[in-house]
């Protein structure tokens, strides 16, 4: 089975700290994605790697980061975190970049700005 | 036109009976469909992919697909309490190299 790990579940920062979410996947898959999910929204994808140090924008990558130093590594940062960050963000991981491979999702970081 | 769109119901169902969950796409070029089940509070979970037209089972779970019509439909049959939860729709655009997921539709099972 695919394990995509997430470092947190719940996450409480403040207006302007810089935030860091990690995500670790252990099945050598190629890429790698960061979405966030909002209510009536669905899920938009925010920035998604397809190799090491490599990473393409997504729909809303304004006000993030990404680093991929690592195959199984992939970590999102908020510069300077706002209200409008509070979100609930998820991690997937697939193996190829190929039409046929499907995303294999992480347990979600519930992220809380104040 | 959003690029994928989905009934956010909520659908309601008896227990036992056939859920139905439909899914519409505005990319032509489109090549691969998959379900994802999403309970409350955790992450999408993939039951189902479907690439080329017609029915595709897996247990309870039929995914069909009308390219030319631009739909991607899930039938849920006999319907049991544990299947209520959200359902997104993906679809994967070749050329964007990207998955779109609609909103997702509510499925409430009931006893």
């Known amino acids: 089975d695919v394990k995509v790990t997430q470092s947190s579940r719940y996450l409480v920062k403040r207006t302007g700290e810089k935030v860091f979410l990690e995500c670790v996947q252990d099945?050598?898959?190629?890429?790698m994605f960061w979405y966030r999910q909002d209510p009536g929204l669905g899920l938009r994808l925010i920035y998604f790697?397809?190799?090491?140090?490599?990473?393409e924008k997504g729909d809303i990558p304004e006000g993030y980061s990404v680093s991929r130093e690592k195959k199984e590594r992939f970590s999102l940062i908020l510069e300077s975190a706002s209200t409008n960050q509070t979100s609930m963000y998820l991690c997937?991981?697939?193996?190829?970049?190929?039409?046929?491979?499907?995303?294999?999702f992480g347990d979600g970081t519930r992220l809380s700005i104040l | 036109q959003k690029e994928v769109e989905q009934n956010s119901g909520p659908l309601s169902v008896p227990e036992g009976a056939i859920a139905s969950l439909n899914c519409t796409y505005s990319?032509?070029?489109?090549?691969?469909f998959f379900w994802y089940r999403q309970y409350s509070g955790k992450s999408p979970e993939l039951i189902m992919s479907?690439?080329?037209?017609g029915d595709k089972e897996d247990g309870r779970f039929t995914a069909q697909l009308n390219k030319a019509s631009q739909y991607v439909s899930l039938l849920i049959r006999d319907s049991q309490p544990s299947d209520s939860a959200t359902y997104l729709c993906?679809?994967?655009?070749?050329?964007?190299?990207?998955?779109?997921f609609g909103t997702g539709t509510q499925l409430k099972v009931e006893l």
């Open positions: 997937a991981s697939s193996l190829r970049v190929e039409y046929i491979q499907p995303q294999h």
């Open positions: 099945m050598d898959h190629e890429n």
């Open positions: 790697s397809y190799d090491v140090k490599m990473k």
């Open positions: 990319d032509r070029v489109s090549q691969s």
């Open positions: 479907i690439y080329s037209n």
């Open positions: 993906a679809v994967f655009t070749g050329g964007g190299n990207k998955l779109t």
